[in-house]
């Protein structure tokens, strides 16, 4: 029997508006091959089922910046996070702040990007164990902006420099009995290519299913 965590990740093929699924979906896989088995889906109602599932944490990679979740699918998704489940956002998996609910929960809602475009990232959050055996780097990627939910204690810790000044690419917060973690990085397969970024990746699966670094 496998010792594998399962996670679950939820995207859109044919349907996104920016950001397909496979491809971040292959370099995800071939991350966390290793201690975690992922399952991948384009059926949004895989989050009204989450409560019941076997599943340890969930992934969005969503890209449904026109559309709504059901009220169910909502439901679900806050139901697992707060009940102990983990919630990895990842780049435009943010879209599900339409719900001002998710938006909370998630902590910011993204505001605007300028032109995609080489840049650097930090760590900034020293000793944070997601930040163990990550370097600095940097990666083609969308610079995303965000506006913080100021009812809501998070630590960030990953910023990027843009035009001289450092922002939040990564935080961490408790919901509930759970725990939610948003990378910024994502916007194609190549941002996850830097060995930095991908240890980065791991280090999150690892905290969010509270496995020890191995």
């Known amino acids: 029997m496998s010792d594998k965590i399962k996670m679950l990740l939820v995207g859109d093929g044919e349907a996104a508006m920016y950001h397909p699924l496979e491809p971040v979906s292959l370099e995800l896989e071939a991350i966390l091959k290793d201690e975690f088995e992922l399952i991948s889906t384009e ?65 910011a809602k993204f505001t605007h990007h300028p032109k995609y475009q080489s840049l650097n ?60 973690i948003y990378l910024q990085p994502g916007h194609n397969a190549t941002s996850f290519r830097p060995e930095a970024y991908r240890q980065l990746v791991l280090n999150s699966a690892r905290w969010a299913a509270a496995r020890e670094q191995v």
């Open 43 to 107: 059926d949004y109602q895989a989050f009204a089922e989450l409560e019941s599932s076997e599943y340890k944490v969930c992934i969005s990679y969503t890209d449904c910046w026109k559309r709504d979740l059901t009220s169910g699918q909502t439901a679900g998704l806050l139901k697992f996070v707060a009940g102990g489940g983990s919630l990895i956002v990842l780049h435009s998996g943010i879209s599900i702040q339409r719900s001002y609910e998710l938006l909370q929960m998630v902590g």
């Open 121 to 180: 990232y930090y760590g900034a959050s020293e000793g944070h164990p997601l930040l163990t055996n990550v370097e600095d780097f940097t990666v083609d990627e969308e610079p995303y902006m965000f506006e913080f939910d100021p009812f809501t204690k998070k630590t960030v810790f990953l910023e990027f420099e843009y035009e001289g000044e450092r922002y939040p690419a990564g935080w961490e917060q408790d919901y509930g009995l759970g725990k939610v």
